[in-house]
């Protein structure tokens, strides 16, 4: 029976021709295995990658519709329609219906703006390439307040590519590491929903006029159309207390969403860009599944809270499918953390 140490030599790397730095080519059904021994074992050789690779395909070919999007796309639809009820009951004058209604506008908006964004960036909300940059820009751009190409760019090409790469990517980094842990926390994340469109302008910086003016549209569309809504459906007399809302329940979210971020990365093993590990190894020791929330299961979805490892090894899948597949994968979890215990040995270092 092979050791461990030994298992750990035969992973391969998953390219895929989108530039994602590992993401697996399983929409075309092409998988591209190469060795850590300079060619001097068998390309097809099985291996758990592939194992996992299989089992997931296998998912998808016999999952519907419904739970390959459908699922996401009707929480997504019923967070636009809870809107309706929001605007207006942030028109009534009593304190508890008012009040219910910014937390319905809150939660709405955080479903839409962190699984909406996160699913559309990925593209999982649709088959079509077409539809799938429409969403983009859509959720990123008008209910977001982000640029959709620097958005998907950060997450997509440096943060899913990079993890954990030290000088590459976002992951284990703090965003500003001067501020008192306090602050940092529990105080600068209110601030996001003033800071995000400001840096998506600082990111338009070296784009063509036409991706800037569009960018600087969309934004504006967003921002305006809610701003809109609290003056003429809510009912709100003056500009300061529509704006006041507005931060509000946009950052209502904002402490949780930033506290997610820290605790999947920040702590774990960090890697040099040279001498990286092979990409399970890589995704299983520098990603963390958080507890399951029931709350923040439905408002950020799976992907990001209870089934991280699986999304950033499989990141197309939706957080339907990523909860679907992590049954599946449960039998592997063992070996994950036999790997964990034996790290030091192991020479996936080596280049």
């Known amino acids: 029976m092979q050791s461990v140490q030994d298992e750990c030599r035969e992973i391969p790397e998953i390219q895929n021709d989108r530039g994602w730095g590992g993401v697996l080519k399983l929409r075309s059904g092409v998988l591209s295995e190469l060795t850590n021994r ?7 050789k099985e291996s758990l990658m592939m194992e996992l690779t299989r089992l997931v395909q296998k998912v998808m070919k016999e999952s519907s519709w419904w739970e390959r999007r459908g699922v996401d796309c009707s929480i997504l639809t019923a967070a636009f329609l809870c809107l309706v009820p929001a605007f207006l009951l942030l028109g009534s004058s009593q304190l508890l219906w008012f009040t219910l209604g910014m937390l319905l506008m809150g939660l709405a908006h955080a479903v839409i703006t962190v699984k909406g964004t996160h699913l559309a960036s990925h593209g999982a909300l649709c088959e079509s390439h077409t539809w799938a ?3 983009a820009i859509f959720f990123i751009e008008i209910c977001g307040s982000f640029s959709a190409q620097a958005g998907i760019h950060g997450h997509i090409k440096m943060h899913h590519a990079h993890t954990n790469i030290i000088g590459l990517g976002d992951s284990s980094v703090w965003k500003i590491p001067f501020l008192p842990r306090f602050i940092y926390l529990f105080m600068a994340p209110l601030s996001v929903p003033v800071i995000t469109p400001l840096v998506a ?3 338009l910086k070296g784009n063509s006029l036409g991706m800037v003016v569009r960018t600087v549209l969309m934004i504006a569309l967003g921002l305006y159309s809610q701003y809109w809504l609290l003056i003429n459906v809510s009912g709100f007399r003056s500009m ?3 704006l ?19 605790f999947q990365h920040i702590g774990l093993p960090m890697f040099s860009p040279t001498k990286r590990p092979k990409r399970i190894y890589q995704m299983t020791h520098g990603v963390l599944n958080l507890p399951r929330n029931p709350m923040l299961d439905w408002t950020f979805g799976h992907s990001l809270i209870s089934c991280h490892i699986e999304h950033h090894l ?4 939706s957080d339907n499918m ?3 597949v992590e049954l599946p994968l449960l039998p592997h979890a063992i070996f994950f953390l036999t790997i964990s215990a034996v790290w030091n ?3 996936v270092n080596d280049p």
Not at 38 to 44: C, M, P, Q, T
Not at 314 to 317: C, D, E, K, M, V
């Open 314 to 317: 499989f990141p197309f899948l």
């Open 240 to 242: 300061p207390g529509a």
């Open 322 to 324: 990523c909860l679907k």
């Open 201 to 203: 302008l600082a990111h």
């Open 345 to 347: 040995h192991c020479p």
């Open 244 to 262: 006041l809302c507005m931060l509000v329940c946009r950052a209502m979210f904002s402490i949780p969403y930033i506290h997610v971020n820290i």
């Open 38 to 44: 300079g060619g001097e074992e068998d390309v097809g």
């Open 133 to 135: 940059k429409f969403w």
